[in-house]
């Protein structure tokens, strides 16, 4: 079946981004409308409905952050999300140290984080009622977490020892992320507790972190 599986020839989608796309999210609302980030910095989103109930149709992009935008990420656009329960909000995360909070009807910032480190990745939770915390992972090997009510990017999950190169929330509890670095170590962390870290895996086996030095703390600055 995988095998058989090729591109589907009665559907295109129209063609803004000039270099590469790094990074795509589909709303989780409507499963309508789609983001895409590229090399150069650009934001599109596409409306992927079909309008014009023909057999054959092209995916129209709704709006651009080009180049031109007074907003545009300055590097490259390493992940993209919208707001799990609202399409009128997503996010964008780039290598110019930066995460942004869009306002999807205004196509303006509503708010900016700044980093000291190339942010590589971002995710919030699909599924949390009870915190607004973005876990951003940098070139520190501190998991940073943004929290979108109060505006503050001070609170850091501590036990990695290079760069954090992946970050994903449990889809099942809100309190739980999945963090993975380039000292080739996955960690499991309950953002609730003190210790911070669960379990860490490595390429040959997962066990419960018991040193301090394995288990890692939650910080606030």
Known sequence: ???????NKDRDVERIHGSGINTLDIEPVEGRYMLSGGCDGVIVIYDLENLSRKPSYTCKALCTVGRSHPDVHRFSVETVQWYPHDTGMFTSSSFDKTLKIWDTNA????????FEGTVYSHHMSPVATNHCLVAVGTRSPKVQLCDLKSGSSSHILQGHRQEVLAVSW???NEYVLATASADSRVKLWDVRRASGCLCTFDQHNGEKSKASSEAGNTECN
């Open 107 to 114: 196509l303006q910032p509503a708010d900016v984080f700044h």
């Open 170 to 172: 449990s889809p099942r």
């Open 1 to 7: 079946r995988v095998l058989n599986l090729e591109l």
